[in-house]
């Protein structure tokens, strides 16, 4: 028998999606049951699995209220610990689902990892866990004298319990030390390296899977092996043909040039500095009541925003891609009295104007009706803007801001699109935040822009400088010396 044509040696090529179509003729899968699961996803196929497993904002008030006062006390032993002295703290870093936004109701746990810079022995645990619950009390006494917290160490570290909400707080050390471990002593090896991976993970995650839709097959654990998983390409492809950046001089530091200049004197008292400054800076951090109504505020205009995302039904104003926080309610550097947080939506269509107003009114519809549900006097109102729209409730505002994907940036025209300027700008503060979560999530240096804020509001020569400005500022006092590690606050403000 003769076969016409030719093929090369070998089996063919095998692709994914052959075997993906294989397997759907085996298992008896049509691709109409696979494009439903959209559907399932947002809720909308009258279970409301979503909305059943999504946490109520009394449930994320009560995370977020406990965390908080818990990353301020930490926070005050990373910069001053006083007479503290069962060890060193060197950050401290959120991680776990309530960082990623996929929190399940019902658990209310939220998870924070305390970087050490000495050994992590168990007396120095035991010593941490009691400074914290003894701070941590006071703290929550002075607001509600009813409240307390309890503590209890276990092998990761030790878990903070409040009435309605607990914070596990998973113990590592840096990572020159891992080699110094001593299985007796120390914490053990495998726990304390899975704390460092976590800080890793939750970075990633932060980089790569923060799209609506991954959030929700992450919250019904239906993903294979029930993680996310990256993409082809793994972190993400490297930014190669960079443009070259011109490297100025810079000027004479004495921190940088201190082991050349040895010092003569012993260095001076600055303990007065110091208190004088975390004092200022406690009287700039928002109060528990103006962040919780924040969050109450964003976690709703995120759960509509992410409904229009996934299942968008009949909405045709315009089309969503994603959803990201950016701001300094983000970042964790927000002011007292500033209750407004920022919140960008990056359009799959062209930005016109109609489609920003019609997507003002969506939302303002959607919000009220979410709102009225839970308390029927409560209502938020929708104002359009050169930059996007902004949503006002009761006590705090959301400043929604529009962009759209980098490839449509070359269609708009600026008679029938926002300004192009604007959408670039929106852009730039996603990779803002992005490189303040990766490089500037030092407690330092939130305390340092906090300052270099205030004292930009009060003196107008310091007006020009930008936000981006300010936090590039404090990473460089903060972090630019020979160690690479964090200066004193009193210092860095010099």
Same mark, same amino acid.
């Given at each position: 028998?003769?076969?016409?044509? /030719?093929?090369?040696?070998?089996?063919?090529?095998?692709?994914?999606?052959?075997?993906?179509k294989?397997?759907?003729?085996?298992?008896?899968?049509?691709?109409?049951v696979?494009?439903g699961?959209?559907?399932?996803?947002?809720?909308?196929?009258?279970?409301?699995?979503?909305?059943?497993?999504?946490p109520?904002?009394?449930?994320?008030?009560?995370?977020?209220?406990?965390?908080?006062?818990?990353?301020?006390?930490?926070?005050?032993?990373?910069?001053?610990p006083?007479?503290?002295?069962?060890?060193?703290?060197e950050?401290?870093?959120q991680?776990?689902?309530?960082?990623?936004?996929?929190?399940?109701?019902?658990?209310?746990?939220?998870?924070?990892?305390v970087?050490?810079?000495?050994?992590?022995?168990?007396?120095a645990?035991?010593?941490l866990s009691?400074?914290?619950?003894?701070?941590?009390?006071k703290?929550?006494?002075?607001?509600?004298?009813?409240t307390s917290?309890?503590t209890a160490?276990?092998?990761?570290?030790f878990?903070v319990?409040?009435?309605?909400?607990?914070?596990?707080?998973?113990?590592?050390?840096?990572?020159?030390?891992?080699?110094?471990?001593?299985?007796?002593v120390?914490?053990?090896?495998k726990?304390?390296?899975?704390?460092?991976?976590?800080?890793?993970?939750?970075?990633w995650?932060?980089?790569?899977?923060?799209?609506?839709?991954?959030?929700?097959?992450?919250?019904?654990?239906?993903?294979?092996?029930?993680?996310?998983?990256?993409?082809?390409?793994?972190?993400g492809r490297?930014?190669?043909?960079?443009?070259?950046?011109?490297?100025?001089?810079?000027?004479?530091?004495?921190?940088?040039?201190?082991?050349?200049?040895?010092?003569?004197?012993?260095?001076?008292?600055?303990?007065?500095?110091?208190?004088?400054?975390?004092?200022?800076?406690?009287e700039?951090?928002?109060?528990?009541?103006?962040q919780?109504?924040?969050?109450?505020?964003?976690?709703?205009l995120?759960?509509?925003?992410?409904?229009?995302?996934?299942?968008?039904?009949d909405?045709?104003?315009?089309?969503?891609?994603?959803?990201?926080?950016?701001?300094?309610?983000?970042?964790?550097?927000m002011?007292?009295?500033?209750?407004?947080a920022?919140?960008?939506?990056?359009?799959?269509?062209?930005?016109?104007?109609?489609a920003?107003?019609?997507?003002? #009114?969506?939302?303002?519809?959607?919000?009220?009706?979410?709102?009225?549900?839970?308390t029927?006097?409560?209502?938020?109102?929708?104002?359009?803007?050169e930059?996007?729209?902004?949503?006002?409730?009761?006590?705090?505002?959301?400043?929604?801001?529009?962009?759209?994907?980098?490839?449509?940036?070359?269609?708009?025209?600026?008679?029938?699109?926002?300004?192009?300027?604007?959408? #670039?700008?929106?852009l730039?503060?996603i990779?803002?935040?992005? /490189?303040?979560?990766?490089?500037?999530?030092?407690s330092?240096i939130?305390?340092?822009?906090?300052?270099?804020?205030?004292?930009?509001a009060?003196?107008s020569?310091?007006?020009?400088?930008?936000? /981006?400005?300010?936090?590039?500022?404090?990473?460089?006092?903060?972090?630019?010396?020979?160690?690479?590690?964090?200066?004193?606050?009193?210092?860095?403000?010099?």
């Amino acid at each position: 028998m003769n076969v016409e044509g /030719w093929r090369g040696r070998g089996r063919p090529r095998k692709r994914w999606i052959d075997c993906l179509k294989e397997d759907m003729k085996q298992k008896g899968v049509d691709v109409s049951v696979a494009a439903g699961f959209r559907t399932l996803c947002s809720g909308r196929s009258g279970s409301g699995m979503l909305e059943e497993l999504c946490p109520t904002p009394a449930e994320q008030s009560a995370v977020l209220s406990l965390i908080t006062k818990l990353q301020t006390v930490l926070d005050n032993l990373v910069v001053a610990p006083g007479d503290f002295a069962a060890c060193q703290l060197e950050e401290v870093r959120q991680v776990g689902s309530y960082k990623k936004g996929t929190m399940m109701a019902g658990k209310n746990v939220a998870d924070i990892v305390v970087i050490m810079k000495t050994l992590p022995t168990k007396e120095a645990v035991e010593g941490l866990s009691n400074k914290v619950n003894e701070e941590l009390n006071k703290l929550m006494r002075a607001e509600t004298p009813s409240t307390s917290v309890t503590t209890a160490c276990h092998e990761r570290g030790f878990t903070v319990t409040g009435p309605s909400a607990a914070v596990r707080v998973l113990i590592t050390t840096l990572h020159q030390n891992l080699r110094k471990l001593e299985p007796e002593v120390h914490l053990d090896y495998k726990v304390i390296n899975s704390h460092l991976a976590a800080i890793r993970h939750s970075r990633w995650f932060e980089e790569n899977a923060h799209h609506s839709s991954i959030k929700c097959i992450m919250v019904r654990g239906t993903g294979r092996g029930g993680r996310g998983m990256p993409g082809r390409g793994g972190m993400g492809r490297p930014p190669f043909n960079r443009p070259r950046v011109l490297m100025l001089r810079p000027p004479f530091d004495l921190i940088l040039a201190e082991p050349a200049f040895p010092r003569c004197k012993p260095a001076p008292d600055d303990s007065a500095l110091t208190q004088a400054l975390l004092k200022r800076h406690a009287e700039l951090c928002p109060t528990p009541a103006e962040q919780s109504a924040v969050l109450s505020l964003i976690t709703k205009l995120q759960t509509v925003l992410d409904n229009l995302v996934v299942a968008p039904g009949d909405f045709a104003a315009c089309q969503l891609e994603e959803v990201r926080q950016v701001g300094s309610y983000k970042k964790g550097t927000m002011m007292a009295g500033k209750n407004v947080a920022d919140i960008v939506v990056i359009m799959k269509t062209l930005p016109t104007k109609e489609a920003v107003e019609g997507l003002s #009114n969506k939302v303002n519809e959607e919000l009220n009706k979410l709102m009225r549900a839970e308390t029927p006097s409560t209502s938020v109102t929708t104002a359009c803007h050169e930059r996007g729209f902004t949503v006002t409730g009761p006590s705090a505002a959301v400043r929604v801001l529009i962009t759209t994907l980098h490839q449509n940036l070359r269609k708009l025209e600026p008679e029938v699109h926002l300004d192009y300027k604007v959408i #670039n700008s929106h852009l730039a503060a996603i990779r803002h935040s992005r /490189w303040f979560e990766e490089n500037a999530h030092h407690s330092s240096i939130k305390v340092l822009i906090r300052l270099l804020r205030d004292m930009c509001a009060r003196h107008s020569g310091l007006e020009p400088l930008t936000p /981006w400005m300010i936090d590039l500022l404090a990473h460089h006092c903060i972090m630019n010396n020979p160690a690479r590690q964090a200066l004193p606050i009193n210092v860095a403000f010099r």
